[in-house]
């Protein structure tokens, strides 16, 4: 129940290329995490990552910073739901 909120909350301080991240991701589907799961952590990683939120900061104000973040976060975490629903 918990595994797609963790999944998310453990990609955000990673820094990484997608393309990179594609091995990692299908062994850990292999080994038996749920397709929507390793699917959120893979948008977390490259879609909320620390790095970006510090770059972002130069530019944005602190509301929009966290209105940025809430909206991807709930938008990944909902869709992994989905994902292992779906599958």
Do not use: D
């Not at 594609?22 to 699917?39: D, Q, R």
């Not at 952590?41 to 770059?55: C, K, R, T």
Request: charged share 10%.
């Amino acid at each position: 129940m918990f595994a797609v909120p963790i999944a998310v909350i453990i990609g955000i301080p990673l820094y990484s290329n997608v393309i990179t991240m594609i091995p990692i991701v299908e062994s850990l589907i292999e080994k038996g995490l749920p397709v929507g799961t390793a699917l959120a952590f893979l948008m977390a990683v490259s879609g909320i990552s620390l790095p970006e939120i510090i770059i972002l900061k130069k530019v944005l104000k602190n509301k929009l910073i966290g209105a940025f973040v809430l909206t991807i976060t709930v938008s990944i975490i909902f869709m992994g739901y989905l994902f292992n629903i779906i599958l």
